[in-house]
């Protein structure tokens, strides 16, 4: 009745972004972006839930499906986790700690085309509900994200300048300057818990950081990186945010 869709990693590799966008579409079905895949599905559709603002609606869905997701470290392991749908490419990578009723060997980008081909070939409708389970997840997060601007207000005039007004400050500058098109780099820990939430992704591969490790210092490298290999950030310079 409650599902939520994570989509990781795998998703940004697959090339997956339009055939989950179609899916969730179909099925009315909230999505969580993480790492590498945030924008993948685009942080401005009214189905997406942000993993940091988010975490009301994450404890309350009674099933998950996990694309392209290695669970780690920064998943707690899958720890209290409700029963969750596996679709990974490596067999690997398919987590055995936590309840998989189903898993799923195969490109997220494909199964996700087979499932929305199935869904429309059947004319099938979401059950009765769903649009309250939507509701429900859209109006958690708005409030959530209106309690963090508030907030990160209230540090504006912090010195030194703290964490949480910085990644807000930063974010609306890309956004009024840029549009929102930047690549963003999340360099330490501190700094991404506050200002990850700020940052509404576009495209897939939008955000980076040190993936399954808690890396701090490579925010500066991968920085020069993307501007060498996108030559889009002409136009829109990537932001290196750090600060641990």
């Known amino acids: ?13 697959a090339n997956a972004g339009t055939a989950l966008v179609e899916f969730c579409e179909a099925a009315q079905i909230p999505c ?21 603002a988010g975490k009301k609606a994450m404890k309350a869905a009674d099933v998950r499906m996990a ?7 920064f998943d707690d392991f899958g720890a209290g986790w409700p029963p969750t749908i596996q679709v990974n490419e490596s067999m690997e990578h398919i987590w055995n700690y936590i309840d998989t009723p189903v898993a799923i060997v195969g490109s997220p980008r494909i199964v996700l085309q ?12 979401p059950p009765a509900g769903r649009d309250e389970w939507v509701k429900f997840c859209e109006e958690t997060q708005k409030g959530t994200l209106d309690e963090l601007n508030a907030k990160a207000e209230k540090y504006k005039d912090h010195k030194p300048l703290h964490f949480g007004y910085v990644g807000k400050a930063a974010w609306d500058v890309c956004e009024e300057m840029y549009g929102g098109m930047n690549r963003v780099i999340f360099d330490g820990y501190t700094i991404t818990a506050y200002a990850a939430s700020f940052v509404h992704a576009r495209y897939s591969g939008q955000c980076m950081d040190s993936g399954e490790q808690a890396g701090v210092g490579h925010g500066v490298g991968m920085a020069i990186g993307c501007a060498f290999a996108d030559p ?6 990537v932001l290196a945010l750090m600060g641990d």
């Open 1 to 13: 009745k409650k599902p939520l869709i994570f989509a990781v990693d795998g998703c940004h590799w």
């Open 114 to 125: 087979q499932m929305t081909e199935y869904i429309r070939k059947n004319n099938l409708k």
């Open 32 to 52: 969580v972006t993480r790492r590498i895949a945030r924008g993948c599905f685009p942080e401005t559709h009214p189905f997406f839930l942000q993993h940091f």
């Open 67 to 73: 694309l392209g997701m290695k669970v780690g470290t």
């Open 232 to 237: 889009d950030t002409r136009k829109h310079p």
